[in-house]
């Protein structure tokens, strides 16, 4: 499944049941490096080469996922950043 197919299963699901289905598939993100973390984001974010992996707009946004296939990029632009980080407060 390449991106393009996973921005339209993003359409059709839940954010809830999508970052599910990323957990439980991380080969659906690309792979992130294990050094250095904080330098890859800050370029990888800057670079506006990356699509946000549930909708498909400009990403400006990317984090690391720690996923059991290793660490893994998420690409996401700040509005599904924002529902991201809502949902992850409202767990607490």
């Known amino acids: 499944m390449d991106a393009r197919d996973l921005i339209g299963v993003a359409r059709k699901t839940d954010l809830g049941e999508w970052l599910k289905g990323l ?11 294990l050094t250095d973390q904080g330098a890859w984001i800050e370029h990888r ?3 506006g080469l990356h699509r946000c992996l549930r909708c498909g707009a400009l ?3 990317a ?9 893994r990029w998420l690409d996401l632009c700040p509005e599904h950043a924002s529902m991201i980080y809502n949902m992850a407060t409202d767990w607490r």
């Open 63 to 71: 984090f690391i996922a720690d996923t059991k296939a290793g660490p």
């Open 23 to 33: 957990r439980d598939n991380p080969e659906r993100m690309g792979a992130a490096p």
């Open 45 to 47: 974010a800057a670079s």
């Open 59 to 61: 990403a400006q946004l």
